[in-house]
Every structure is written in structure tokens, then in C-alpha cells.
């Protein structure tokens, strides 16, 4: 498993360019790791067009293959289709589950709905080149898409397993967080008994990270902070691929290395300023990259 | 140092009611471990008359003597006063980490804060319950449940501890709140150098002192509540030892619980059910009491 960032251009104004980037990004989950399965009817990126305005034109599903992929299974459905803002406007809609009949149907613990992760600021035929960057490793799956800085309009998508007080993945739940502006969230825990926690539309409803007196600057010493992402079993517990940071102190792209749970660092990379993490919008998401 | 729990009621219709109420609380701070300083001007609580609306009648400076009385002072400034209504008490504290032997306090202070203003007369002779907790590190003072209007009044000091739970000299929180639906405002000060007292914030979205993931109504797991964690900085963000927030309906007022929230050695706590103290409102704090 691996990272991968890259810069291309994302246009939707053909079944050409459609393909273009569907593909692009399908290569980029296989060469980051992420498993495609044998389900049935996937989508073929040589004959697939367009849809109307809006609808998915077709889908993948991938699993996470990292170490509990026997014991706590993981599937990604990736719709790939055409957003609201006409048949120019590209679209991804990602639904998590813990089981597929092989024929693409996510089931067990699954998201409550297949979510929307980007929409690309509408009609999107122009060649300026996007920043994505992509991190597939154990416990974690994300995706942060065609970046437009200052703007908006990208897509994030972050899976996160609930860990031990090692740092070490475990099979008792997990985290996903998306968003297409405004950040969702939901808990899932996968042991017995399994729940799907209900779905959270937004920062301050979630309260999945806590960003103390609200400063402007976390800056101790020379370093930033980074804050801890919380998520339930419905025990509160702690993620280790996740957290918060103050917008201004960890640029998109810019690395830094962080303990977050456990004694071994890891290193973690500044996603789009577009999506807040906590009430007051003074943190957004970084990811693991490594 | 002491708790202190008393069932009285707390009347502002004439001298001699004002009397009763002030001296009884200042019996109270007392008796639970407090210490009086000598500073001069102080009320005199068999000679004072009410004063008008909206004014401190007197005031008395106490000090927690606890073991880093001497490394990190902490004094109170306790303003005894009418509230908006000429019947209505009022409550008004002030901390800093010293005195001029005057009644002024000074070095690392916070403004002067209300945290029980009776804007309904006070006229009854309804028993209200206060909780008074004086320890290693804190100050805790729930005072007159259930009072005219939103009369209960609410005042916490926490020392900040380390990773054992001890309390150090680094820094404390301060907070305070009226009324069953008034919102918990709070101070974060650093005493070590280079000292600061940080903003001080009055509504939950800035504040950010709790964190409740995901969950609005329960957070029951394995058959126990949670206590969830309270934060300072100082800069650095650090857990408190002395208060958490708990869901009202499974920690009502008064009653108790034993939690480890810092460090291994499980203390014990009390519901106060007043102030919501997370950003989305739905758990009020708990304080030690031992």
C-alpha cells in the first residue's frame, strides 16, 4: 500500500473526458493499493458515457486489503457519474459497507446512503491541472480529489479504523468523513453487536474533534499542534490517521510528522482548506502519508 | 479541604436576609478548606446593608491552600451584591495569583464574572441545594439549585495537572455560568512563564472545552456512562483532572460517580446538571467530589 499525488486536468465535457478521469483515478486506487473486486457489472472506462444531469454512469468496488481484511472486511463503492450542474459537471459518490453480493451491492455495516465526496465547483471543461492526493494503507483509505485551491469544489473522502493504544488498527469500528464543502461524518462499529451511529451533517453536530478556546495560532515552541480525532465504539476512542490543524499552519501538501496515539510517529499531509473538522472552522482534516 | 453540602434558602428582601445568605456562604468556603486572607476592606457580615441594583455590596478574598499555595497562588475575589432586581442577590467572583492586601487582585487575572445573579426577588423561604468542593488543585461551587427564575449559580477552578493527575504550577481553567440555560463561559490562564490569561469565551462554539462524538442522548457503553474529558491549554492542549461533562440524565444532580480520567487513580464525581459545556450542547459538567 502507498500514496499517490498528482495534477491533472478534470474535464466532463465528453464521454472522452469523462473517461479521462474516471479511469485516472481508477488506476491511482489500484496502484495505491485499494482491491478491486470481481463483482459483477462494473464499469468498462473503454465504452461507458455519460449520464444525464445528475446520475451515475457506473461503478467499482474495491476492498481494503490491509491486515484485517479477513476479520473486519471493508468494501468501497465508487459510483462514478454526472453531477447537478449539467451534463458538464462531473461527479463521484462513495458508499462504505462490510459486504458486497457480488454483484455491487454494498451490505452489513454499511454508510446510510451512497455520498456525494465531489462536485467540482459545477461545469468543469477547462484543462487548468488539480493537485489530488491519495494515501491507501492499514486502517486507512484517503482520497482528497482534483484539488482547486481557493475555490472549492474537490472531493475528500477519508476512511479511518478504530485503533488500539498501540496505534494499531483494530477490527472494532471505524470513521468515514466526506465531504463536498461542508464535512459529514458517521461511526461504524463492526463487532458484535454491529451499528451503523447515526449520520452528522456537519462539524458541530459530529464533535469529532475538540480545538480548545478556538486560538488563532497552536503554534508551542516551533511546533504545531495537531488535534485528535474522536470517534464511538460507543466508546469514545481516539484515531490515529486523522486529525485537525489550524488551517494556516499546515499548508495543501506541506508534511508533517505527529504522535497522535501510542509512541511511533507518523507522518501526515495538509489537505484542502475547504473542509472544517471542527465547530468554529479554525481546523480542517490532515491525513495520514505514508 | 472538604466538600460541603447544605439545603437552605437563599432570601433578598431585607439586611437581614442578605446577611444570612452571604454569611452562610462564607461559613461554607470556609469550612471547606479556603482560607480568608487578611486583605483589608473586607464585608463585615454583621454590620452590612444591601445596596442598590446592580452593585457589590462587599467582598472577601480567599485563597486555595492547597500544596502549590506557595509555587502558584490562586486568590478569589468573592463580590457579594444585588442583582437587576433590588430583591435579587447577586454573586459576582473574580481569580487572580495575588492580592495588593487591599482587595485588588492582580498578577494572572480574569475579569470580574457573574456566576449567580438572582434577577427574580429572592423572597422565599424554598430550601435550594448548593455543592462545595475545595481539594488538591480546585474549587468547585454549585450554589442554590433551582432558585427564582434561572437563579443557580455556578463557579469552577482547575489547576492543570500532569500525566498522573497531579496538579501543577503551569496553569489552570476557570469557569462560570447562571442559570439552568445559560451557556458555560471559560478562561484559560498560564501562570508559568511567560504567563498569560488567554481570551476569555462565553459561548460553547469558542470555548470548546468538551467533546461529545457523534452522540446526542446516551453514552452508554458496557453498562457505564462516560465521563467525557475537559480541556485547557496553555498553550498546549491538556485534559483536567477536576471536571467533565456527563449526560444530565444519567448523572442527575447531586448524584455521584467514580471515573479515571487522568492518570490511574479513579476520584470521585458529582452531577451539577447546569451550563451545557460541549459545542453542541447536550452534556453539563461534573466536579470532583473527595
Not at chain 2, 487582585?105 to 462545595?132: E, M
Not at chain 2, 448524584?255 to 480520567?261: D, G, P, S, Y
Request: glycine share 10%.
Amino acid at each position: 500500500m502507498a500514496t499517490q499525488s498528482w495534477s491533472t486536468r478534470m474535464r466532463h465535457d465528453s464521454d472522452v473526458f469523462f473517461r479521462e478521469w474516471g479511469s485516472e483515478l481508477s488506476a491511482k486506487l489500484a496502484a495505491a493499493g485499494l482491491v478491486q473486486t470481481a463483482d459483477t457489472g462494473q464499469i468498462n472506462w473503454i465504452t461507458v458515457v455519460r449520464g444525464a444531469s445528475p446520475s451515475d454512469s457506473g461503478y467499482e468496488i474495491y476492498k481494503l486489503n490491509d491486515a484485517l481484511v479477513t476479520s473486519a472486511p471493508v468494501f468501497f463503492r465508487i459510483d462514478y457519474g454526472t453531477g447537478t450542474s449539467g451534463t458538464s459537471s462531473p461527479r463521484i459518490r462513495i458508499t462504505v459497507g462490510t459486504s458486497t453480493d457480488g454483484a455491487g451491492v454494498l451490505g452489513g455495516t454499511a454508510l446510510s446512503a451512497a455520498n456525494l465526496i465531489g462536485n467540482y465547483n459545477g461545469s468543469m471543461a477547462s484543462d487548468t491541472a488539480r493537485v489530488s492526493y491519495l494515501c491507501v494503507t492499514e486502517g486507512f483509505f484517503g482520497l482528497n480529489h482534483k484539488v482547486n485551491p481557493g475555490t472549492g469544489g474537490e472531493g475528500c473522502f477519508l476512511f479511518s479504523r478504530t485503533v488500539n493504544s498501540s496505534g494499531v488498527p483494530t477490527v472494532t469500528g471505524s470513521l468515514v468523513i466526506w465531504g463536498t464543502g461542508s464535512t459529514q461524518f458517521q461511526s461504524f462499529r463492526y463487532a458484535a453487536t454491529a451499528a451503523a451511529y447515526t449520520l452528522r451533517i456537519s462539524p458541530s453536530t459530529a464533535e469529532v474533534c475538540l480545538f480548545p478556546n478556538t486560538p488563532t495560532s497552536s503554534i508551542v515552541g516551533a511546533n504545531n499542534q495537531a488535534y485528535l480525532v474522536w470517534t464511538i465504539t460507543p466508546q469514545v476512542a481516539p484515531l490515529l490517521s486523522v486529525c485537525g490543524v489550524v488551517i494556516s499552519e499546515v499548508g495543501l501538501g506541506s508534511t508533517f510528522s505527529a504522535t497522535l496515539v501510542g509512541t511511533t510517529p507518523h507522518t501526515y499531509i495538509g489537505l484542502d482548506t475547504e473542509y472544517s473538522i471542527e465547530g468554529s472552522n479554525g481546523l480542517r482534516p490532515v491525513m495520514l502519508w505514508e | 479541604m472538604a466538600t460541603q453540602s447544605w439545603s437552605t434558602r437563599v432570601r433578598h428582601d431585607s439586611d437581614v436576609f442578605f446577611r444570612e445568605w452571604g454569611s452562610e456562604l462564607s461559613a461554607k468556603l470556609t469550612a471547606a478548606g479556603l482560607v480568608q486572607t487578611a486583605d483589608t476592606g473586607q464585608i463585615n457580615w454583621v454590620t452590612v446593608v444591601r445596596t442598590g441594583v446592580n452593585t457589590d455590596t462587599g467582598y472577601e478574598i480567599y485563597k486555595l491552600n492547597d500544596a502549590l499555595v506557595t509555587s502558584a497562588p490562586a486568590f478569589f475575589r468573592i463580590n457579594y451584591g444585588t442583582g437587576s432586581n433590588s430583591t435579587g442577590p447577586r454573586i459576582r467572583i473574580q481569580h487572580g495569583t495575588s492580592t495588593d492586601g487591599a482587595g485588588v487582585l492582580g498578577g494572572t487575572t480574569s475579569g470580574t464574572n457573574a456566576i449567580g445573579s438572582f434577577f427574580a426577588s429572592a423572597n422565599t423561604d424554598t430550601a435550594r441545594q448548593s455543592f462545595l468542593c475545595v481539594t488538591e488543585g480546585f474549587f468547585g461551587l454549585y450554589y442554590k439549585l433551582g432558585s427564582v427564575s434561572i437563579a443557580e449559580g455556578l463557579f469552577l477552578y482547575s489547576r492543570t495537572v500532569d500525566s498522573t493527575g497531579t496538579p501543577t504550577v503551569t496553569g489552570a481553567m476557570v469557569n462560570w455560568s447562571q442559570g439552568v440555560s445559560a451557556a458555560m463561559s471559560g478562561q484559560s490562564f498560564r501562570y508559568a512563564a511567560t504567563a498569560v490569561a488567554y481570551t476569555r469565551r462565553t459561548v460553547a462554539s469558542t470555548l470548546q472545552m468538551c467533546l461529545v462524538p457523534m452522540v446526542k442522548t446516551s453514552s452508554i457503553a458496557n453498562g457505564f456512562n462516560q465521563a467525557y474529558l475537559c480541556w485547557t491549554i496553555t498553550p498546549q492542549v491538556e485534559p483536567l483532572n477536576a471536571i467533565c461533562g456527563v449526560f444530565d440524565g444519567e448523572v442527575p444532580v447531586g448524584n455521584t460517580f467514580t471515573a479515571t480520567l487522568v492518570g490511574t487513580t479513579p476520584h470521585t464525581y458529582i452531577g451539577l446538571g447546569i451550563a451545557n459545556i460541549d459545542v453542541d450542547s447536550v452534556v453539563k459538567p461534573a466536579m470532583l467530589w473527595e
